[in-house]
Nanobody, 128 residues
Framework: EVQLVESGGGLVQAGGSLRLSCAAS????????IGWFRQAPGKEREGVSC????????FYADSVKGRFTISRDNAKNSVYLEMNNVKPEDTAVYLC?????????????????????WGQGTQVTVSS
């Protein structure tokens, strides 16, 4: 059974930092693209950052470029999202997703297929 478990969310002041973690199991992690998505109340789900299974294959939404960094540790079946200089508009539920089909980080982040496997999400709240 595919499982994705997010952790690391919480309340942070604007300008602060958070590190989100996604622990995966139930599939061949090395082959999968993994992404972070977010959904704020009343807004559509959007791709934040994704990482593919080849070196350097990453995607960042324009709104987070230069502030967020995604990384993966295949030995630990985990993906991380380092969030720096957070802003109130970063407030959302952050969800981890896995795409087991051949893809790229860019495609995963932009297309947001409902065929992805999804975690339950972790709340990030940024106060001003």
């Amino acid at each position: 059974e595919v499982q994705l478990v997010e952790s690391g969310g919480g309340l942070v002041q604007a300008g602060g930092s958070l590190r989100l973690s996604c622990a995966a199991s139930g599939f061949t992690f090395d082959n999968a693209a993994i992404g972070w998505f977010r959904q704020a109340p009343g807004k559509e789900r959007e791709g934040v950052s994704c990482i593919g299974n080849s070196d350097g294959d990453t995607f960042y939404a324009d709104s987070v470029k230069g502030r967020f960094t995604i990384s993966r540790d295949n030995a630990k079946n985990s993906v991380y999202l380092e969030m720096n200089n957070v802003k109130p508009e970063d407030t959302a539920v952050y969800l981890c997703a896995a795409d087991l089909a051949p893809t790229t980080a860019q495609a995963m982040g932009v297309m947001i297929s409902w065929n992805y496997y999804w975690g339950q999400g972790t709340q990030v709240t940024v106060s001003s």
